[in-house]
């Protein structure tokens, strides 16, 4: 009952408001030794402290009223807030195509929540034609919510059920699928569902927003009806990544599950290929292809679902001066599988061998990759390459981090045979190692370097 | 045809009972229940920005920028789930916003590509002190909040902005303003350009701090309101932690008549404006609530009231001009029939403004057609050829009595633009549009967006809230300057004239006036005038204004009290110390050829100059032998002897 009546205050500003008899949407008076205000009591963020009591005064602004400056408190009225997206039936047109849109929880639309202050997403077909009336002129969509966590808590388990969700749908015959996913670990997703969803008849395209769309700013809409453009009609059937290109609202980038990269933390066009050119680009009314070769689409349903995911995986950062006990206390935890972040060309340092040795003869799978992102691991270079092969690292090639961590996972969640463990790591599913690097694969442009500072002023970066 | 535009301007002028300002008096603003308050900005005096650590106060000119971006603004919900009517209407004009970046003044901040970073704790502080001294109840805890700008003049859509202090007042001589509330925000990009469906902002002024002084509409007649911007901006200046110069203060005035609605001046540059910015837009309201008198006279149910349209395809010579600022593929020509509105279009509403200009500035705000972007019915200077105007009439099925809008437009711009015009006629059977308004330097406004209400705001999820504890505010209130009121008080009590008040607030020179007559004892009355006049003075024939540093004047009249020089040499030395602020005082006074003369040598003087000006003159004037012999005198009297005193003696 008080959770209803008095939402998220607590201790000391709850004890305030209980004694007042106010409620939470109660219009109040209240006197203090500050003065008197006036306003509507609102929910309190739970992580807040108890010392306030926080109310939206009449020109639409919030403040917060120490409790211990409080001599009187009186409730006026009561009017509880409506919020809601404005649904809208979703218009079916013939002869666009039949996307379906898979919620995971990010921001794709959202609204307040005032448990912890932040934002939380809305999502039926309706409220998103209500707030991206334009998806209607791209797609016929349907949406399914497959469940609802944030990025950062996506995992084995979320991984599994949207392959499977996947392959339902395109086993009904659908055009395209888009996935709405947070934006953290999106490119986890990205690799993981590239390994379990092969041999892929339609576009799965992943998408989110780096700014959530409770912001007239929001890269939200746009990147959804790129996205949603890129699932129903265009012909590359993969699964892709389909973010910002520049930050500027121009167009988006649908990148390769397997060689993307989440590189701000904040940035709109956070996402990059690594080591690669992007597929392709797409705009509000066109896909403008990079890169020539892809799967391409088909009328056919064989897709190849995969779902198996190993939890005894993990990954090691190297630093310089790493104790080896690090790598012991991951063997003794059970771990099947460790990627090695090294340095440069994939390098360790000699004081962890004993430990590689220790690891190699229990069994564990090992993999090198690499801190530096761009560019192969060369294990033969330098003597320490070599040892370390001997001790049975197996460099990866030029596998990210990430997609060497989700691959080996998928792998050990199928077989633990040294050989074909080794044999499927090695294998490109879909270009997670790559035979060759593109010259433009590795573009990091300096600022404050004139030729770059004119580039930038005429190509939105 | 009977129907005369330019007749119909000058009557419904008349029936308007418009006058002009200077005839205007207070009961003229009763009869027609003249009604405003203000918004008044101040920008603060930090290093740096408010939410990211760039440097504040560091300008570029337009063509000087490093990088571009493009933005589209969307409508959001507010907190209480409504969507803001001047979002939607920003939305409907869709626009493409380009950035301007400096890397030396923005940050990925100013572009929305990075959270903010703590409110700068500098700002916040002088936010406090001006709230205190403007009596405001101090809020608890500081919450930001968004508000709502779909122009793009913020590249996040919305400003931070938060509330420090709400209902307090402001004491002027002769009445007491009510406040409504003191809010710190974030200050906006400049604009470039805004020219179809492109508009352009630089981000150097964006994210300084500022803050917003909100008045109750207490204000009777336009010359309050600017009075009362005075003193808010002085109060603002009296604590020295505010920025001057142009743009550093910029007030937004509302303004409404009895029956009329809150329509918002927006970025007033001087209060010397807002005298003649009020007194129209209340006469452009009554004026509005006349027409729609006179049209619901007519019996014009506003409920179905619509208008019908039609495509011009004749080549006809006046449309070159629309035409001509048109833009988009496919334009088209479209004549609109507005039902029973004649005498509408020529209705006045401002000088030389009628009620076209209503629907021409929403056309060009709204649907993005330049102007001209109308030619109507009614139009004062070249009227439409009776032919043509019958001949669009005959296609249009139009009765006598209607009124005709015809425009060029193409693509989606015709849709926004005939919703435009049918939406602002239907308005006029209602009453005045609530609406920002842009001023422009006739005294006349238009029209700039429709106006925001408290559905706009929203809580930044992004920063948490500031707690304002007791000890701190105690600590503030311990440093703050006296009430301009008690400073007003002060200076009347000295005699100080009072046409130099308003020179000795708006530089805040009341501190250091009472500094140097502590200091060197110099008459409070001679100190005021001397900074009203002559320092003003000077300070105008000066190419350095703003750059010349007052305290100077604290030394120079030290320098004459240790010299024993008269303070009366100051008048002399006053232009060449502005000229050259780094000189020696002694330096200056020999450049000006200045001599030390003993007082007696000059008083000796006076019998032989008396005489010397009786010569030949059979009757002596006393009063004009004086002025004479003073005049002789100054030169050499100036500094070495009170000039009064020597008058005495002559």
């Known amino acids: 009952m008080d959770k209803d009546i008095f939402q998220g205050y607590k201790g000391d500003a709850l004890e305030v408001l209980k004694k007042y008899q106010v409620r939470v949407w109660g219009t109040t008076r209240v006197e203090t030794t500050r003065g008197t205000f006036e306003g509507t009591v609102l929910p309190r963020a739970e992580n807040d402290d108890d010392k306030h009591i926080v109310i939206k005064i009449i020109t639409g602004y ?30 079916v047109t013939p002869g666009l195509p039949k996307v379906k849109l898979f919620g995971t929880g990010g921001t794709i639309a959202s609204r307040l929540d005032y448990r912890t202050g932040a934002v939380i997403p809305a999502f039926s077909p309706g409220e998103l034609y209500g707030a991206v009336p334009e998806l209607a002129d791209i797609c016929n969509l349907d949406t399914e919510k497959v469940f609802a966590v944030f ?18 749908e395109i086993e009904k015959g659908i055009d395209g699928i888009v996935i709405g996913h947070g934006t953290d670990t999106l490119h986890h997703t990205g690799a993981a569902l590239t390994f379990m969803c092969q ?47 520049p930050t500027s609202d121009e167009y988006g980038l649908l990148h390769k599950g397997t060689r993307v990269r989440k590189m701000h933390s904040s940035y709109r066009s956070t996402f990059r290929t690594i080591g690669d050119t992007p597929l392709a680009r797409v705009n509000r009314n066109e896909i403008l292809p990079i890169k020539k070769n892809y799967n391409k689409r088909r009328n056919d349903k064989n897709v190849k679902i995969l779902p198996y995911f190993h939890d005894k995986v993990s990954m090691l950062y190297y630093y310089p001066g790493m104790s080896p006990d690090v790598l012991d206390a991951m063997v003794e935890k059970g771990y099947k599988g460790i990627i090695f972040v090294g340095t440069g060309l994939g390098h360790v340092n000699k004081e962890l061998y004993p430990a590689i040795e220790r690891a190699h003869a229990k069994g564990v799978h090992m993999f090198m990759t690499l801190q530096t992102l761009w560019g192969y691991v060369h294990m033969f270079v330098y003597d320490t390459g070599r040892d370390m092969m001997a001790k049975g690292i197996i460099p990866a090639g030029n596998m990210l981090p990430e997609v060497a961590w989700v691959k080996l996972s998928w792998i050990l969640g199928q077989t633990e045979e040294p050989g074909d463990v080794k044999r499927m790591m090695l294998t490109p599913i879909n270009d997670e190692i790559t035979l060759r690097e593109p010259y433009n694969g590795y ?19 | 045809m009977s129907f005369n535009p330019r007749y119909n301007y000058g009557k419904s002028l008349k029936e308007s009972g418009w006058i002009p300002r200077r005839k205007a008096k207070q009961q003229d603003y009763n009869r027609i229940g003249f009604m405003s308050g203000l918004e008044v900005h101040q920008q603060l005096l930090t290093k740096e920005k408010m939410f990211c650590h760039c440097p504040a106060g560091i300008f570029n000119h337009h063509d000087d920028f490093d990088a571009e971006i493009i933005r589209h603004m969307r409508p959001t919900l507010s907190e209480l789930g409504e969507y803001d009517g001047t979002a939607l209407m920003e939305f409907r004009t869709r626009k493409e916003i380009v950035y301007r970046i400096k890397n030396e003044t923005a940050c990925t901040y100013e572009v929305d590509d990075t959270p903010p970073f703590p409110l700068n704790s500098e700002a916040l502080g002088i936010a406090i002190e001006i709230s205190l001294l403007s009596k405001l109840n101090i809020v608890g805890e500081v919450h930001i909040t968004r508000k709502q700008y779909l122009d793009g003049s913020i590249p996040t859509g919305f400003q931070r902005t938060a509330i420090i202090g709400v209902e307090g007042e402001l004491a002027m001589p002769k009445k007491k303003i009510r406040l409504i509330q003191l809010s710190i925000e974030e200050d906006s990009c400049r604009e470039i350009s805004d020219i179809g469906h492109r508009r352009i902002y630089k981000t150097d002024r964006l994210g300084m701090p500022l803050i917003e002084t909100v008045t109750y509409p207490d204000f009777v007649n336009p010359d309050e309101v600017m009075e009362g911007c005075d003193y808010i901006r002085f109060l603002n200046r009296s604590t020295g932690k505010v920025r001057t110069g142009m743009g550093a203060g910029r007030q937004d005035v509302n303004v409404s008549c009895r029956g009329g609605s809150r329509v918002e001046i927006k970025g007033v540059a001087h209060t010397k404006w807002i005298p003649e910015l009020t007194h129209n837009e209340v006469f452009r309201q009554w004026s509005l609530l006349r027409m729609r008198d006179f049209l619901l006279e007519k019996g014009i149910d506003k409920n179905n009231w619509k208008t019908s349209n ?21 334009i088209k020509l479209i004549a609109v029939n507005l039902p029973a509105f004649e005498g509408c279009l020529s209705w006045f509403t401002q000088p030389g403004k009628t009620f076209k200009n209503e629907i021409s500035d929403r056309l060009k705000v709204i649907a993005c057609l330049e102007k001209p972007n109308c030619i109507t019915s009614e139009e004062i200077d070249n009227p439409l050829d009776d032919s043509i105007l019958s ?14 809008i015809i425009f060029a437009a193409a693509g989606e711009d015709i849709k926004t633009a005939l919703e435009t015009i049918e939406e602002r006629c239907i308005m006029a059977l209602e009453g005045i549009p609530e609406e920002t308004r842009k001023s422009l330097s006739d005294g006349t406004t238009i029209f700039e967006r429709v106006l925001p209400g408290a559905d706009r705001m929203y809580p930044d999820t992004d920063t948490a809230p500031i707690p304002l504890e007791d000890e701190y505010i105690k600590k503030l209130e311990s440093q703050l300057p006296e009430d301009i009121i008690d400073r007003y008080n002060k200076l009347k009590d000295w005699g100080v004239p009072e046409d130099v008040y308003t020179y000795i607030f708006s530089r805040n020179l009341f501190p250091l006036m009472e500094e140097i007559i502590g200091k060197t004892g110099v008459k409070p009355s001679y100190i005021g005038a001397f900074l009203g006049h002559e320092l003003k ?27 024993d020089y008269d303070f009366a040499l100051a008048e002399v030395m006053i232009k060449d110390l502005m000229k050259h602020p780094k000189m020696e005082f002694e330096s200056i006074l020999a450049s000006l050829r200045h001599k030390r003369v003993g007082r007696d040598e000059i008083l000796a003087r006076i019998p032989f100059l008396k005489q010397k000006f009786a010569e030949g003159k059979k009757e002596i004037d006393e009063l004009k032998q004086r002025n004479w012999v003073m005049g002789q005198l100054k030169a050499s009297a100036i500094g070495n002897i009170d000039l009064q005193e020597l008058s005495k003696e002559i």
Not at chain 1, 211 to 239: C, K, Q, T, Y
């Open chain 1, 199 to 245: 041999n892929l008849p339609v576009p799965v395209v992943l998408v989110g927003s780096q700014r959530s769309s409770d912001r007239p700013s929001s890269d939200a809409a746009l990147n959804l009806m790129h996205a949603m453009r890129a699932a129903g009609h265009s012909d590359i059937a993969e699964v892709q990544v389909c973010m910002f290109g």
């Open chain 1, 62 to 91: 919030n403040i917060g009223i120490d409790i211990r400056n409080i001599t009187s408190m009186k409730e006026t009225g009561y009017k509880k807030a409506n919020y809601k997206i404005p649904e809208k039936q979703f218009p």
């Open chain 2, 537 to 563: 003075f000077a300070e105008g024939q000066s190419k350095n204004e703003g750059e010349f540093n007052y305290r100077i004047l604290l030394r120079l009249f030290e320098f004459l009290k240790e010299q």
């Open chain 1, 151 to 168: 990025s950062e808590n996506m995992g084995p388990k979320q991984y599994i059920a949207l392959a499977k969700a996947i392959g339902k």
């Open chain 2, 391 to 404: 001949n669009v009439r005959e296609q249009l099925s139009a009765k006598e009595g209607d009124a005709l």
């Open chain 2, 310 to 330: 039609c495509e011009i395809t004749e080549n006809l010579d006046f449309s070159k001009e629309l035409l001509k600022t048109a833009s988009g593929k496919g």
């Open chain 1, 443 to 461: 573009l990091v442009y300096q600022g404050g370097v004139p030729e770059v500072e004119e580039f930038i002023k005429k190509v939105h970066k």
